[in-house]
């Protein structure tokens, strides 16, 4: 008869076997097996650390080439400098036309530099995503086009300026007076609340009439980089009339002129106190010292302010106008009549054989960039 084999214990699943324990053993058992699991990731990742497979060994760029092949300028002669800068310039525009957020951005960055090699490298690390760009072949044939259009013209590049005038010899040695007197000048602006550049314009027109009208003598007075200095009619190296400058006094005292300043300018003319000054004889000593003339320069920033606040109150902005501004200058209080249509002008004066008005010497030299770091170029040509 045979044996019958003993029962053998039915092997329950692990999800059944889980169902019968109690919730506490639930959370041991848990708590067991997550502690063992990260200890072994623990253990994993030391692992891997010390045997270095985390390491990033590192590739060569593919644009490496491209970078390692530029080649520094190192310009130091200003011409090419200068040449160099008007090159990259128009390389901005070209890349403006198709990527116009990187020209600005550059263009930005670069203000204030005078280092072309810093724009060109700039421009170099752009075009290395430009030229493998869509747009990137219409910005090349642009470049392309413009220097196509450079080369049909064999000019030589000549120092003589293009304003005939500034080629004049008394234009040299008026540079060289006006930069000596440049403090003065920027003093006189600092109280009359007027641009320093637009004071010496009315200075540079005034002159270099007084310099052609009496040749020789001008030539020997600025000569020595001294300004001319009249002493009849016209007063001091800006030649005002002694009435225009007694007129200037009264306007910085009376609020209800329309040239008034305003009351901080009120006292900035005022002459000592006493029974003994001579008002007439104070004037004309301050207007033609010949060694200071940081009168004749307040006396004309108070001229172009009185006259820009005039037209202003009669509804006409004449305050960003140079031309005018000087050309009013030159005329006088009783010229200036406020109108729509203000035409620039004034006294005559010839220049190597060619006749030039008061008013376009000074809007010449304004906006001509010359002297430009004794009297910088500002947006705003009046200060309240």
């Known amino acids: 008869m045979e044996q019958e084999e003993p029962n053998k214990p039915e092997k329950k699943s692990f999800l059944k076997s889980w169902k019968t324990l109690k919730w506490h053993s639930k959370i041991y058992q848990i708590f067991i097996h997550g502690f063992a699991l ?25 644009y490496n080439r491209y970078l390692a092949n ?7 002669d200003s011409a090419k400098i200068y040449s160099n800068n008007l090159q990259n310039y128009i390389k901005l525009v070209s890349l403006d036309k198709v990527y116009s957020t990187n020209a600005h951005l550059i263009y930005e960055a670069t203000q204030g530099t005078n280092d ?26 642009m470049l392309d086009d413009i220097n196509q259009v450079f080369s049909r013209y064999k000019l030589t590049a000549t120092t003589e300026n293009a304003i005939p005038w500034m080629n004049d010899a008394g234009w040299t040695v008026l540079k060289r007076a006006l930069a000596r007197d440049a403090k003065n000048i920027q003093k006189a602006a600092e109280i009359t609340g007027v641009d320093a550049r637009l004071i010496a ?6 002159q270099i009439r007084l310099f052609n009208s009496k040749r020789e003598d001008a030539k020997r007075r600025l000569g020595f980089m001294t300004m001319s200095v009249q002493s009849q009619f016209s007063l001091g190296v800006n030649g005002i009339k002694d009435f225009t400058a007694a007129a200037v006094e009264r306007n910085l005292k009376d609020s209800t002129s329309v040239y008034y300043m305003g009351k901080k300018y009120e006292h900035i003319l005022d002459f000592p106190e006493g029974d003994s000054v001579d008002i007439a004889t ?12 940081l009168y004749s320069f307040i006396y004309t920033g108070c001229i172009l302010h009185q006259t820009m606040l005039q037209w202003k109150r009669a509804g006409y902005d004449i305050s960003h106008r140079p031309d005018i501004l000087c050309t009013l200058f030159n ?28 008013g376009v010497l000074g809007n010449d030299f304004f906006y001509s960039g010359e002297l430009s770091k004794e009297f910088p170029m500002s947006a705003t040509l009046f200060q309240d």
């Open 116 to 141: 072309p090699d810093l724009v060109n490298r700039m421009l170099y690390a752009c075009d290395m995503y430009v030229q493998e760009s869509e747009r990137g072949k219409n910005y090349q044939k």
């Open 282 to 293: 104070a004037r004309f000593n301050r207007l033609v010292d010949y060694h200071n003339n």
């Open 70 to 76: 530029y080649k520094q300028g190192g310009v130091t």
């Open 38 to 62: 990260c200890g072994m990731a623990a253990i994993g990742a030391w692992a891997i650390y010390t045997m270095g497979l985390t390491n990033d060994k590192g590739y060569e760029d593919p």
């Open 331 to 358: 005329l006088g209080f009783q010229a200036s009549k406020p109108n729509a249509e203000p035409r620039c002008g004034g006294s005559r004066v010839s220049v190597g054989g060619r006749n030039y008005t008061f």
């Open 201 to 206: 314009a009315c200075t540079v027109g005034e």
